[in-house]
T-cell receptor, first 116, second 111 residues
C-alpha cells in the first residue's frame, strides 16, 4: 500500500498566482480530508469529502480556496489568487468507515507551500 | 465549540524513562473519539493511539497507553521505556462533528 500521495511536496509561488495541490487517497478509503498546518493556528481542518461529496467546508478560509474530488482516487485543493498568508503545510488524509470523523485518518506527507 | 488543550509546549525525558503528555478537551458531546498523533521531523502525521469515549478501558498500544478520565475531560498519553525514535511533536485530537487538534507538545528524548 503506497499510502496517501500528495504532490507537489514543495511549492514556491508568487503572490497572485494560482496554486493547485493534489492528493491521491488510499485505495478503498471513502473519506478524504484537507488540513492546513501553521505555527500560529496549528492543524486546521479545511474540508472533508465522504464518497466524493463535500460534507463540511466550514474550515475553508475564503472564497480563494476551493476543493474538488472528481472521483474516489483524486482530489485537488486550489488557491486562486494566492497570498503570502497562505504559506503553510497542507496535508491530505483519508479514512474508511461509516463515520468519517471517528475513524483513523492516514495522512499524506504534506505539501509545503510558500507564497512570496 | 470543541477545544483541545495541550498545556505542555515542550517536554523532555531520559531514554528508557517514562513520560506523560497531558491533554484536556471541552465538549458537550457524549459520543466522541480521541486520538494521539505523532509528527516527527519528517512532518508525517502518524496515528499513535485511539480511544472511544464509550469505552471505560484505557487504550494501550505497546509502549503507549492513555489515561482517559471522561468526567474530567482528560486524555493523557504515557510513553514507557522512551526511545530516541519517540522524539517528535505529539498532537492530541478530538473527534465528534469535526476533528480538532491541540497545539502539540514537542517531546525530546535525552540519550
Amino acid at each position: 500500500d503506497a499510502g496517501v500521495i500528495q504532490s507537489p511536496r514543495h511549492e514556491v509561488t508568487e503572490m497572485g498566482q494560482e496554486v493547485t495541490l493534489r492528493c491521491k487517497p488510499i485505495s478503498g478509503h471513502n473519506s478524504l480530508f484537507w488540513y492546513r498546518q501553521t505555527m500560529m493556528r496549528g492543524l486546521e481542518l479545511l474540508i472533508y469529502f465522504n464518497n466524493n461529496v463535500p460534507i463540511d467546508d466550514s474550515g475553508m478560509p475564503e472564497d480563494r480556496f476551493s476543493a474538488k474530488m472528481p472521483n474516489a482516487s483524486f482530489s485537488t485543493l486550489k488557491i486562486q489568487p494566492s497570498e503570502p498568508r497562505d504559506s503553510a503545510v497542507y496535508f491530505c488524509a483519508s479514512s474508511f468507515g461509516p463515520r468519517a470523523l471517528t475513524h483513523e485518518q492516514y495522512f499524506g506527507p504534506g505539501t509545503r507551500l510558500t507564497v512570496t | 465549540a470543541q477545544t483541545v488543550t495541550q498545556s505542555q509546549p515542550e517536554m523532555s525525558v531520559q531514554e528508557a524513562e517514562t513520560v506523560t503528555l497531558s491533554c484536556t478537551y471541552d465538549t458537550s458531546e457524549s459520543d466522541y473519539y480521541l486520538f494521539w498523533y505523532k509528527q516527527p521531523p519528517s512532518r508525517q502525521m502518524i496515528l499513535v493511539i485511539r480511544q472511544e469515549a464509550y469505552k471505560q478501558q484505557n487504550a494501550t498500544e505497546n509502549r503507549f497507553s492513555v489515561n482517559f478520565q471522561k468526567a474530567a475531560k482528560s486524555f493523557s498519553l504515557k510513553i514507557s521505556d522512551s526511545q530516541l525514535g519517540d522524539a517528535a511533536m505529539y498532537f492530541c485530537a478530538f473527534s465528534a462533528q469535526k476533528l480538532v487538534f491541540g497545539q502539540g507538545t514537542r517531546l525530546t528524548i535525552n540519550p
